[in-house]
Nanobody
Framework: QVQLVESGGGLVQAGGSLRLSCAAP????????MAWFRQSPGKEREFVAA????????DYSASARGRFTITRDKAKNTVYLQMDSLKPKDTAVYYC??????????????WGQGTQVTVSS
């Protein structure tokens, strides 16, 4: 059963922007940290960004820091990933995840089905 639902992926040119959204049931969103991971064909799932339950602390991978911003909206039970200055190497399926603590390892309790992001050169 899908608990988290991502949206906002698509095709964009290098240098462009996309905003990903992940909607979750309140029982999950209200109790958990949220994160974004990505996975390219033939590669392991890679940490992108995470935000604590309160929203007071965020963490970013080195490749995401300075270009991506993770936020969460309690009223909408939704977490966002604003991606700016996109590069072709950002092309991947992006997954939303929820878990008790922010973690750079994919050890989260809930996952979405993913949304494709393709950046053309």
């Amino acid at each position: 059963q899908v608990q988290l639902v991502e949206s906002g992926g698509g095709l964009v040119q290098a240098g462009g922007s996309l905003r990903l959204s992940c909607a979750a049931p309140e029982r999950i969103f209200g109790r958990n940290a949220m994160a974004w991971f990505r996975q390219s064909p033939g590669k392991e799932r890679e940490f992108v960004a995470a935000i604590t339950r309160s929203g007071g602390t965020t963490d970013y991978s080195a490749s995401a820091r300075g270009r991506f911003t993770i936020t969460r909206d309690k009223a909408k039970n939704t977490v966002y990933l604003q991606m700016d200055s996109l590069k072709p190497k950002d092309t991947a399926v992006y997954y939303c995840a929820a878990g008790w603590l922010i973690n750079r390892s994919p050890e989260y309790d809930y996952w979405g089905q993913g949304t494709q992001v393709t950046v053309s050169s």
